[in-house]
């Protein structure tokens, strides 16, 4: 039986490696244009400090039963379906809320080398693994109090390290490759001075957001050229609509019944989806330049043909 210093350390140890075979990956699909290890680092870092607020809260609620927000919530709330949902909802707002404002600090701290959109992605993916491993640290800790060295704590560990710290990358992911399709395109800018405030143009951005997902991304057609003048900040307040809706739906298959069975293995082609959309972008450029060596061939054969 290992002392608890030692259990602490091996628990470490074991939320950080899986984090580093992830890192790796994303390290790998960005290998044309990598980014620079130490802007790695401080994303993964900036990651774990974005879990702060959160285990913040969760202490204050438990540690001072007048100030659980959500347990009163829970006694004046009459279904038990209705406050798990909304309290799912609220997790998943929290968490990407924290993990994006992690993002915006590592863009910003790294922003002479953010040259392209495939660095929201790997910026952002790393701060959701740096999220992932203190919260895996966290749950590890708890698992072994309850569980110590048994299989049950040899699930949680497989679950949260090839699945839940997955996900994490993924939702975040999500919301970099949005943030840097905006940062980087050619979208209609107005004078500044003419600009409303943030504040004045958050309904309307989040508004427009609504659109963009509920029409299958831009199928709705473009009223006039004033419309392009909020669409950069639409489209990242899309980006956190995605990732928060998709970190939703997770928690939900996991956690809630639903009509009498639970949907937990949804969450399979749930993440492939994820994985194919997030780690696709990677060879978009790649895909292009193959599809053009394609067609130029074809056409020298039917030139040769003639």
Known sequence: MLSMPLSILVIILMAVAPALGWIAVYYYLDSRDPEPKVAILVSVILG???????????????????????????????????????????????????????????ERIHQKVFNQVVDGIVYA?????????????????????????????????TIRSFGTMLAHSLFSGLFGFYFAKAYFAPFLEVDPKERPSFLRRFPKNVKKAIKLNATFFYLMPKDSRVDM????????????????????????????ELF????????????????????SRFFAHMYIRIVDFVRVRRDVYRVKMH
């Open 125 to 157: 993916a790393c701060v959701g693994l740096g999220f992932a491993i203190a919260e895996n640290i966290y749950y590890f800790v708890r698992a072994m109090e309850t569980f110590e060295w048994s299989s049950e704590f040899i699930a949680i560990f």
């Open 48 to 106: 774990m400090l974005s879990t702060m607020p959160i285990f913040a809260m969760q202490y204050i609620f438990e540690t001072f039963p007048d100030f659980d927000l959500l347990s009163i919530i829970q006694g004046k709330v009459g279904s038990p379906f209705t406050f798990a949902v909304g309290f799912l909802v609220f997790v998943a707002v929290l968490e990407e809320f924290s993990k994006g404002v992690a993002f915006l600090c590592s």
């Open 229 to 256: 003048e909020i669409e950069r900040n639409a489209t990242i307040i899309e980006g956190f609509i995605v990732a928060m809706f998709l970190h939703f739906v997770y928690n939900f298959l996991i956690k809630i």
């Open 260 to 279: 009498g069975q639970h949907w937990t293995f949804l969450i399979v082609p749930l993440v492939f989806i994820m994985c194919w959309f997030v780690w």
